[in-house]
């Protein structure tokens, strides 16, 4: 593996909100001198409100830096990418390294990438030691990207989730939960088991056997590069995805922390356009037929819908093990109505290690898919984007293919 080289020029984003409000104290503590130790200049941009970071990336002259990292949730991330994407120039500015250092309470894109380091599950400051050191390691990833289409929004970019139905109700509602600190995604969790609703949809998919090849340079892991020196190239990985076909599975396990992202306060993500960005050549308008090659999901009645593209959706909560970073697939999880309580709770406690799939639960279906649609029935529920709440309604999504470009160490 290359070394970063150094100095390297570094804009480095905190919300000094997120989490419990400790992410400037953390950076002090933690980051600030590992970065320096590292020879990584950096410039420390504290946001100021929601939509800062968006914007003000939107608006960088992106040559003046070598990586623009995150120190935040999930949530700072998504606004970065998306205003990289709706630049005019969007297709060199998404190819900025960036970087994801948790300070959130949710932090699953730290959390996926120190799982593909091949490192134990740790705790949460061990988690942001971690991502630290891969940070100063400075190798660089493609990472895949999903398109999303809302009904009164042409497009976001998500990295991580799309989630309707249970995961969607707790991820949200736990928020009123939060005097009480993690254990909010506990309490969330059970009330809603308690008062397990059903909804109706409809659900259908591009199931992922026909993958689309990339530029071999596209998918080759690649050194940071400072100063404007040009990258060093090393092996790329190998870009083996197997023929990917609807598999059945089975669990049943519960997840006492589930700990995604909340945003009540936030608008619905929908009232934020992004024109710019690849186009989507799987799908047709929202409101126009599907092709006959996607495969309609016969139930209508779902307890869930989870629609991963990184292998964990909380520090503690592998929903997808066999997620990669670039893979080029989307993993979708649904969960049919008529699952018992005590299942459902078997299973989230499964996700906790990631075994949810090895067990037997006929009631877990989960496909790998390149693009899907759902179009709920049920006239009132929530739906997230990297755990987010985003329009209630049709959405579709299409996944391109290490789109953005991430530290991975
Ligand atoms: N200074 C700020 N004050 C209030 N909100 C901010 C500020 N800076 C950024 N934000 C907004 O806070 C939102 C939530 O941030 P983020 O998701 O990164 O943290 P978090 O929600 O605490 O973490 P997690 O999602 O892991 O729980 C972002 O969408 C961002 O727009």
């Known amino acids: 593996m290359n070394k970063l080289s150094r100095p390297c020029r570094m804009m480095l984003l905190v919300n000094p909100q997120s989490g419990k409000g400790q992410a400037l104290t953390l950076y002090n503590n933690h980051i ?76 699953a894109l730290a959390a996926s990438i120190h799982h593909y380091s091949g490192a134990p599950q740790v705790s949460s400051e061990e988690l942001l030691v971690s991502c630290g050191f891969l940070m100063c390691k400075g190798l660089v990833s493609p990472m895949d990207l999903v398109c999303i289409h809302l009904s009164s929004c042409p497009r976001v970019f998500s990295f991580l989730s799309l989630a309707w139905g249970f995961v969607a109700d707790v991820d949200i509602e736990s928020e009123k939960y939060r005097h009480v600190g993690s254990a909010r995604f506990t309490v969330c969790t059970l009330v809603r088991l308690a008062s397990l609703r059903v909804y109706k949809g409809k659900l259908a998919y591009l199931p992922a056997t026909d993958l689309p090849k990339r530029e071999e340079g596209l998918r080759n892991k690649k050194t940071l590069h400072c100063n404007n020196q040009p990258p060093t190239s090393v092996p790329g990985r190998p870009s083996t995805v197997s023929p990917c076909e609807n598999t059945f599975h089975n669990s049943c396990h519960s997840n006492n922390s589930l700990k995604v992202r909340k945003v009540e306060s936030t608008p619905p993500r929908s009232t934020n356009i992004s024109l710019s960005g690849p186009s989507d050549s799987l799908l047709p308008p929202l409101d126009k ?23 964990h959706l909380g520090e503690d909560m592998m929903a997808a093990p066999g997620s990669t970073l670039d893979e080029g697939v989307i993993h979708l999880f649904y969960v049919r ?56 309604g049709p959405v579709q999504a299409e996944v391109h293919r290490g789109l953005a470009r991430i530290i991975t160490g």
Request: proline residues 5%.
């Open 32 to 107: 600030q001198r590992m970065l320096n130790e590292a020879g990584i200049q950096h410039t420390l941009v504290i946001t100021e409100r929601q939509n800062h970071a968006r914007e003000l990336v939107r608006e960088a002259d992106l040559s003046q830096w070598d990586a623009l990292v995150i120190m935040s949730g999930d949530g700072l991330l998504f606004e970065v990418i998306n205003g990289l994407l709706e630049r005019p120039d969007w297709e060199e500015a998404i190819q900025i390294p960036l970087g994801i250092l948790p300070g959130g309470s949710g932090n």
């Open 289 to 311: 037929p599907l092709p006959s090659d996607w495969t309609v999901v016969q139930e209508e009645d779902f307890v869930l819908v989870l629609a991963m593209y990184q292998s």
């Open 337 to 392: 109505a008529g699952i018992s309580r005590a299942a459902l709770l078997k299973m989230f406690l499964a996700m906790e290690k990631g075994t949810h799939l090895a067990n037997n639960c006929q009631h877990l279906v989960h496909a790998k898919v390149r693009a899907f649609r759902l179009e709920p029935y049920t006239p009132k529920g929530i739906i997230t984007v990297d755990g987010e709440v985003v329009e209630y």
